[in-house]
């Protein structure tokens, strides 16, 4: 089963469907073995973690593809990247699509703020027009080599132009052979509800930490139709407070015995990288040379 279909079961059979954000490979395995059930790769993450840049589309389709190869390497749940505005025109956007789809994601989703764009949760934000973006989603359309690999279209239009606008792109992008959509940066529960009464295909939203939308639950949007809740970064932030509070505490007191209980151990490492089990099967390769 391709990774796209794998992700089209998914939100047909969760509802909502959680999305993880997992900023790396060994995240992503984490999430798998917690028991979710979909991966998210995050374009402010890739920024921030890979690169140590702000989330200001700096970073190119190359730096994401090494991400998403290393996450599909060891995670066999359905990834959702984010490929901001898709890194250029329609050729661009043709070989991104393309390249995505060779390095094993199972979708995207592309937004419709210009190619100098911001977090999604910031003020002045500018969008290109209606029919830019649905030239954006075509091209998409167009370069799939998988039709299940998910074209998801994100809309910052909300906090520009308005409900009605955000309304009026999606289903422009829906018509242009879009399969979902992502509606940025609400802030009332019951707008999730009234967008999906006027946009016929699931929907995601975004519960990103001290942004502008608040920290509903999965069951609240799931009563307003939300098909999918991502929680795009959150795992990141909890893992950065955690190493800043390391690295403070060592500096300060010269060692980090206090710091040792909020720290995942050698052990649990080792399960989650199945580390014993690379071990016995290097003892069994080698076993032979070592009775000579
Ligand atoms: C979804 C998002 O594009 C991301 O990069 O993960 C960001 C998340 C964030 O900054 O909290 C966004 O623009 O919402």
New binding site residues.
Partial sequence: MSAGLKLRKAVEENNPLQVM?TITAYAARMAEQVGHKAVYL????VAANSLGMP?LGISTAEDLLVDIRRITDVCSLPLLV?IDTGFGGAFNIARTTRSLIKAGAAGFHMEDQVAAKR???RPNKEIVSQQEMVDRIKAAVDARTDENFVIMARTDALGVEGMQSAIDRSNACLEAGADMIFP??MSKLEDYKYFREHVNAPILA?I?EF?QTPLFSCEELGEQGVDIV?Y??GAYRAMNKAAETFYRDVLEKGHQRDVVEIMQTREELYNYLGYHEYEQKLDQLFAEGKEK
């Avoid at 995050?42 to 993450?45: D, H, I, M, N, R």
């Fill in positions: 954000g995050s374009g402010g993450g989330d984010d977090c999604g949760h940025e940066a975004n990103t942004g991502l795009c970064c």
